[in-house]
């Protein structure tokens, strides 16, 4: 077989309706996950959070639930299926090499959430995603010119931050999606809004930790989502900032479940 022939057989099974499927159901997990983090999130506002609010503590979540695992089995079908799916988008949808970062950057995010949710089901553990932070920010200082490379790190992750704010404020999410009927698209462009400025607000203030922690030759000030979470309880505005970001991500997983209805696969 040449590589031609490669390709288009990959390129036909990246669009076969059997992957459209899976993708759909992909995206009704992420919702899943964005919804559990949201709850959790809530949880530590009113003190009673004891699971971290993350992918991990979200995943935690649905294993101490009857048929947790069989659950768990469905959301790796899921999200390999995601990382497929976005992996043909970087191979054959993308025609610059910029339109190609999104998608690639998926693939990442979505595979370390298939690792995650292995780890979980084959040793019943789910590692800490701020100590991974912790350890990754320590490597990444102790390298020749370790601190800008790891203030350029944060920078780029404020710019992520600003950009998934901008992504929601300008609705380029509904380029993704396909025509809907009016009340849908207004429902949509609701849970868009809320759900991209809620990860916007998340991915600047963790870059911001990240740039202190640069500038102090720290690397315990860095952290994950949870430890970012953590961190809007003590800002002057309490615990009730992380309500009201809290709630953006559960719009957000509304948005996921919506967007599994209407994206363009």
Same mark, same amino acid.
């Given at each position: ?149 790891? *203030?350029?790190?944060? =920078?780029? @992750?404020? +710019? &992520? #931050? ?9 609705? !380029?999410? /509904? ?62 505005? *309490?615990?009730?900032? =992380?309500? @009201?970001? +809290? &709630? #953006? ?9 919506? !967007?599994? /209805?209407?994206?363009?696969?």
């Amino acid at each position: 077989m040449t590589e031609a022939e490669a390709k288009a057989v990959a390129r036909q099974a990246a669009d076969s309706p059997a992957m459209d499927k899976l993708a759909r159901i992909g995206l009704v997990c992420r919702g899943v996950l964005y919804g559990l983090i949201g709850v959790l999130a809530v949880q530590i506002a009113f003190g009673s959070g004891g699971r971290e609010a993350d992918k991990n503590g979200a995943i935690s979540t649905v294993a101490s639930l009857p048929f947790g695992a069989v659950i768990l089995w469905v959301m790796v079908v899921g999200f390999a299926a995601l990382t497929v799916w976005q992996a043909s988008e970087a191979i054959f949808g993308a025609h610059r090499l910029k339109d190609r970062v999104e998608p690639v950057g998926r693939v990442v995010v979505y595979t370390f959430v298939c690792a995650a949710l292995l780890t979980m089901l084959l040793t019943h553990k789910t590692g800490s995603d701020d100590q991974r932070t912790h350890d990754l920010t320590g490597k990444l200082l102790a390298l020749p010119a370790g601190q800008v490379v790891v *203030g350029a790190i944060g =920078l780029g @992750v404020i +710019a &992520l #931050g600003v950009y998934w704010m901008r992504y929601g404020v300008k609705k !380029e999410f /509904r380029k993704q999606l396909r025509p809907m009927p009016r009340r849908a698209g207004a429902v949509m462009d609701r849970l868009g809004l809320a759900g991209y400025l809620a990860r916007g607000v998340i991915a600047g203030l963790a870059g911001v930790f990240v740039i202190q922690s640069a500038v102090t030759f720290d690397p315990d000030k860095a952290g994950g989502i949870d430890a970012t979470l953590r961190a809007l309880a003590d800002t002057p505005a *309490g615990p009730w900032l =992380l309500v @009201v970001v +809290a &709630l #953006g991500l559960l719009l957000f997983a509304g948005y996921c479940f919506g !967007e599994a /209805r209407w994206r363009r696969t």
